[in-house]
């Protein structure tokens, strides 16, 4: 049985040539996800913006600088984690993902999170949190524990937050986002516990 790195390698690869939607005729490539595929925890954001579609790598602008002191509250590095995207291309002038870009991209997701099998995936903004759980709010649904059976991934645990980008310019945001990331450690805990 290959691992999951080698299994996360192949589908890189295989991603890489993906033109199933017209986003990837108007990026410089596709920026499939990184961090350890073992981990338990794994994050789900929109989709690439100009720094990642320039690196290759998600989270690397302003968010994801966010994001990493988030992380070191709670006492984790990247290299902890899982970072991806329910969409792998930059949209132009990084506009929304298209609901139809959302459903092409899926499948690589869907993969991903095979793959890696997290014990819990954090969704970060509205777009990813909608990808799994349809019928809620963000603004009641931040924070919260969510477990929901999902068509070819069976049951997982959801825990979903506010975009980081959106915390950069809301102050309000930015505070609700900091208490509910501090939550992660116990919302693991407890689904630890429940097993
Ligand atoms: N915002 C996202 O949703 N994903 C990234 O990778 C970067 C910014």
């Not at 690589?108 to 014990?119: A, D, F």
Request: positive net charge; contains cysteine; glycine residues 6%.
């Amino acid at each position: 049985m290959p691992s999951k790195q080698e299994q996360l390698g192949k589908l890189n690869e295989k991603m890489s040539k993906c033109s199933k939607c017209s986003l990837r005729k108007n990026c410089s490539r596709v920026v499939f996800g990184e961090g350890n595929p073992n981990a338990k925890i794994m994050f789900v954001g929109e989709a690439p913006g100009k720094k990642e579609d320039e690196t290759g790598r998600p989270f690397v602008g302003a968010a994801g600088k966010f994001l990493n002191e988030m992380l070191a509250v709670i006492k984790l590095k990247r290299e902890d984690v899982y970072i991806a995207n329910v969409c792998k291309c930059r949209p132009p002038k990084n506009r929304d993902p298209l609901p139809e870009e959302i459903k092409l991209c899926w499948p690589w997701l869907e993969q991903q999170v095979k793959i890696i099998n997290p014990k819990i995936i954090i969704t970060l903004g509205r777009h990813s949190m909608e990808r799994f759980i349809s019928e809620e709010k963000i603004s009641e649904a931040h924070g919260k524990l969510f477990v929901r059976k999902i068509k070819g991934l069976g049951e997982r645990n959801f825990f979903t937050l506010y975009h980081p980008a959106a915390a950069l310019y809301n102050g309000n945001i930015r505070q609700t986002l900091i208490q509910d990331f501090k939550k992660i450690p116990e919302v693991l805990e407890k689904i630890k516990k429940e097993k």
